[in-house]
């Protein structure tokens, strides 16, 4: 009888893991080893790589953090990662998985981030994304976020997909956000190709309440395990030997690009729209849409829902407290006694 339960969890683990792996695509994405297409960037013994070169480990001690590149430039691309974040104290603690240009266009880079921010023990990890366009440093486009789950317990997958009209970030099989390109733009959409990092280091002055809480090294080394890295896109390095401010222009990268604009990535299913709708109902605190102090006029990728604009005050941050609300710790009873998690994007 337990020979036959266990047959039978194993049936439902394995259906699960295939249906997630359908809804994003995952069957067309192809780990890569480390040396393949990745290169260590600093941290000297602060990155450990695995024995079969599929995963790496990145460290954060009292001396130095780590953190590694992509050996090739992409013009568009996707770019994903199962990772998982240290556990304990983890305030002053930056985890980033993002892209950039900042080494070759020092003064008008793009970028595209996920940055994973520590806090203190017993409060959770949140997170943000962001975009900057041709140095649009001063008009950063962040969004805050909590999780639905302990992204220090095991693995999740985060990625990003840019392509000339879209830019979606994902977590495991849910689009959380999604800026489509407006002609308005113009330079604030990346169109540079760009590098990816993976990095963890010491954020005290800012990570954690504004500062408040930095890194307490008593609790280091702190580990973060990055595995099963994708890069799919047009790589321009296989063309050109170094990309310069002026030869890039001169990759032709219809056929990569036609790719990105059909995989199942940059599709958004009704499922998944409605999961991304439930995720940033639920767990966006932040969204500089509705931040009027700092943009009195959103900017024009901005999509602007009454529903959601109800929920922030004008500096972009939640009315009543976010989390700490009645309305929230119901909804926090509500998921415990469920199976399914609430933003799921199940088939």
């Known amino acids: 009888m337990r020979d036959l339960k266990y047959r039978l969890k194993v049936m439902v683990m394995m259906m699960v893991i295939v249906s997630w792996r359908c809804v994003l695509g995952l069957e067309n994405i192809n780990p890569i080893f480390f040396d393949e297409g990745l290169s260590h960037l600093f941290g000297e013994s602060n990155l450990i790589r695995s024995p079969d070169d599929r995963s790496v480990r990145l460290l954060l001690d009292k001396y130095t953090g780590s953190g590694f590149i992509s050996s090739s430039m992409y013009q568009h691309g996707f770019f994903s990662s199962l990772i998982k974040l240290p556990g304990a104290n983890t305030a002053g603690l930056v985890v980033a998985f993002y892209t950039s240009n900042g080494d070759v266009f020092v003064k008008n880079h793009d970028e595209l981030d996920i940055e994973f921010l520590g806090n203190v023990e017993g409060k959770p990890w949140r997170f943000q994304t962001n975009m900057y366009g041709n140095g649009s440093t001063s008009r950063g486009r962040e969004e805050r976020y909590r999780l639905w789950f302990d992204p220090s317990k095991e693995f999740h997958r985060y990625s990003i997909l840019w392509n000339p009209t879209k830019i979606i970030f994902w977590v495991d099989d849910v689009p959380i956000r999604e800026i489509k390109r407006k002609e308005e733009m113009k330079g604030d959409y990346p169109q540079k190709p760009m590098s990816l990092y993976a990095t963890i280091w010491d954020a005290s002055s800012w990570a954690t309440s504004g500062g408040k809480f930095g890194v307490d090294y008593t609790f280091s080394p702190f580990v973060s395990e990055f595995k099963d890295i994708a890069l799919d896109g047009c790589n321009v390095s296989e063309s050109l030997t170094t990309v310069t401010r002026d030869n890039y222009n001169n990759i032709n990268c219809s056929a990569s690009d036609q790719f990105l604009m059909t995989s199942d990535y940059s599709t958004i299913s009704p499922k998944q729209a409605a999961a991304m709708r439930r995720f940033r109902e639920r767990y966006m605190y932040y969204s500089y849409c509705y931040d009027t102090v700092r943009y009195a006029v959103p900017p024009p990728e901005c999509v602007i829902l009454t ?35 609430v933003v799921s994007a199940e088939l």
């Open 307 to 341: 529903a959601e604009k109800d929920r922030f005050r004008d500096t972009g941050r939640l009315k009543f407290g976010g989390s700490h609300t009645k309305v929230h710790r119901a909804r926090k009873r509500r998921r415990r006694n469920r199976s399914t998690p």
